[in-house]
């Protein structure tokens, strides 16, 4: 008989958390999808800027300027009108069409046709490195013919190759390192409830990190903000439908993700794709388990990657920064997570949060299922993210994170680099760099750092297939 999940009343502290049967949820109509859908911005954007810059429409009445909140309005008010000079919801919504118009204009900006996403070009010493050989050898393989020989730059003379051309050649040099037969692919969740930590820097950057390593990956973004999808290339606002995304999946329109995945401009990595729509799903989610108890509000994204875990080798989420009914889909998916915490007090006092309330929720969720076993994950690792060598406070909160969380901290630090946060701007990773242009030392500095942690990851990858494998 299935199961009917109780009330989620969270034992420890933390009972704010809105629970599937709580009157707030209960008594919530799930707005329609079409309502997060974006504000019509014409009447506040120009069409063609002649010169090309960023520009807001400046308001042409009295009352529109009123609107977009410039000036404050001195006609006297109604009783039911805001009191003078009040931030009330209109100048909130004005306010947010001129912030998305000048957002779509620098992201068009930076994607426009012509300078769409291009994948880089691989030199003989990345390849070298990557398969664990000298140049020298990757040059008599050439010679042999049996791998992609990729192709000599006009000018140099020097061989380059594209990222599919190395998978080929990872594939074949690390194959003790590849999804062994028969297994399924390992799921990892960045997670951290706290906002700005990287977590989305380090999804992106493990996805095309295991990739270059040859694993085929697929990269779920479950955030609304979109961030993820924003690195591939695909602008949310303008570029996502909801096919395209787990939307459905919440909805309860399909259990079956396979027709959100798209390709890339990365070889090797797919994408399901987030949109600011996405909000609707933490209705659609307890609306969902309200109206068939038996639902399982916590496994639908599980459940909807099935079939896909016999497709890909490795399954990336980046998940949005709060405890969300998505959210905690994605962790309930992952056989893995990596919680990435920058060494600073803050951040450090937030984490502590992310474990309680984790540990609180699962340990109800699993109450939820009597007789079953449980959710457990593989592995576990915290992540010091953009750790700061000249912030005096650093060390010290380092040496707080490595007491608290002893060996789930992996034996890398990613540093605050200029080389990640300029190439941010431009909607990119260390990985997407073809040559930069600042200090040689700061480039390796970085790129070490994230090709260790994608090295570590990897290996736990690897010995969770490897564990899976004597427990069949
Ligand atoms: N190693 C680094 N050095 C410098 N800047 C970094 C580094 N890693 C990430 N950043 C920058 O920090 C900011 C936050 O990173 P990111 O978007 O990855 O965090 P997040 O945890 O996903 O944020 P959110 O909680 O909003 O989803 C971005 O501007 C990113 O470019
Ligand atoms: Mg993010």
Redesign the pocket.
Known sequence: MAHSPKALTLTGKHRSLSAPESPMVLHFDAPKVSEFRRLDVSQYTRRNSSNGDFAVNAPETAEEERDAGNQVATTPSATTEPRAGAIDMSRIQALAVRAESMVGQIRQRLLAPESRKVAPMLSTAQLATLCGVDKAHVNYRVGKGDLPAGRLTPTGGKREFTLGEARAWTRTYRAEKMRPEGQRAVCVA?A?F???????????VLAQGLSLRGHRVLAIDI?P?G??TTLHGVLPETDVTEDMTISPLCHGQTNDLTSAVRSTYWDGIDLVAAAPFLFSAEFALPSMQMSNPSARFWNVLSSGLEPLRSMYDVIII????SLSYVTINGLWAADGIVV?IPPSGLDFASSAQFWSLLGDLGTNLDQQEPGGSGKAFDFLHVLL???DQADAASPAVRQWIQATYGEYVLPVE????????N???EFATIYDVQKYDGSAKTYKR?VD?YDRFVDLIEESVVEAWRARGEVK
């Open positions: 960045v951290n706290k906002g700005g930590v990287s977590k989305t820097t380090s999804s992106m955030d903000q961030s993820l980046d998940t949005p920064p990435p993210s953009r750790v990613i540093p605050k680099t200029t080389v990640t946060s190439k941010a701007a970085a750092a």
